[in-house]
Every structure is written in structure tokens, then in C-alpha cells.
């Protein structure tokens, strides 16, 4: 059974940092696509970032672009995100995303992804 599990959300001043982490569990993680999206209040969940299984490819948003990085370690099976210049508009609830068979066309939308992790919140003071 996959089970993803994130950490580090918390509250933070504009302009600080948080890092984020997601751990899963039963899976053979080096196969996995696995990505970051986050929904904010009253809004639709959004991609954030992707790390391909494939090629170790990153992709980031574009409102995100410069700020934020993912990282994956397969030895602790893994998938980090760091953010840094975080504005108030970073405010969300952020979701760790896997799939074993997500193509590269689909991996900034959240229907190609099979596993799912609880959320984690963030919240930017201004």
C-alpha cells in the first residue's frame, strides 16, 4: 500500500523559508514521478512542482519559478521542497503527488497522479 507522508509546513514571515518533505512508503520510489501541488483557500489545487522518476527533470511553476526547488533522495525515499522568498500568496495547503506511470505532457495536472499525501499547510504573513 503507498503511503505518502509530508512534513515541515508551518507558519512564516514574507520573505523567509520553509523546506517541505514527503516520505513514501511502499513503493519502489525510483520509479516514481513525484510532484508538488498546493490549494489555496477557496481556490482549485495547483501544480507546484515535478521531479520525473525517468530522467531526475524538474519542473516548476512559473509563480514559482526562482523560489522554490524539489529535490528527490531515493536512499530515504524522499521528495523535498524548498522555499525560499515566500510570499503571502504561497499560502496553501501543500500536497505530495506519485506516479509510476505519468507521462511528461500530464505531469502538471493533478488527474495523472494515482497516490496522494494528507497535506501539509503553509501559511505567509505579510
Known amino acids: 500500500q503507498v503511503q505518502l507522508v509530508e512534513s515541515g509546513g508551518g507558519l512564516v514571515q514574507a520573505g523567509g523559508s520553509l523546506r517541505l518533505s514527503c516520505a513514501a512508503s511502499g513503493v519502489t520510489f525510483s520509479r516514481y514521478t513525484m510532484a508538488w501541488f498546493r490549494q489555496a483557500p477557496g481556490k482549485e489545487r495547483e501544480f507546484v512542482a515535478v521531479i520525473s522518476q525517468r530522467s531526475g527533470s524538474r519542473f516548476v511553476a512559473d509563480s514559482v519559478k526562482g523560489r522554490f526547488t524539489i529535490s528527490k533522495d531515493n536512499a530515504k525515499n524522499t521528495v523535498m521542497l524548498q522555499m525560499d522568498n515566500l510570499k503571502p500568496e504561497d499560502t496553501a495547503v501543500y500536497y505530495c503527488?506519485?506516479?509510476?506511470?505519468?507521462?511528461?505532457?500530464?505531469?502538471?495536472?493533478?488527474?495523472?497522479?494515482?497516490?496522494w499525501g494528507q497535506g501539509t499547510q503553509v501559511t505567509v504573513s505579510s
Open positions: 503527488a506519485a506516479s509510476a506511470t505519468i507521462i511528461v505532457s500530464k505531469m502538471r495536472y493533478q488527474s495523472g497522479y494515482k497516490h
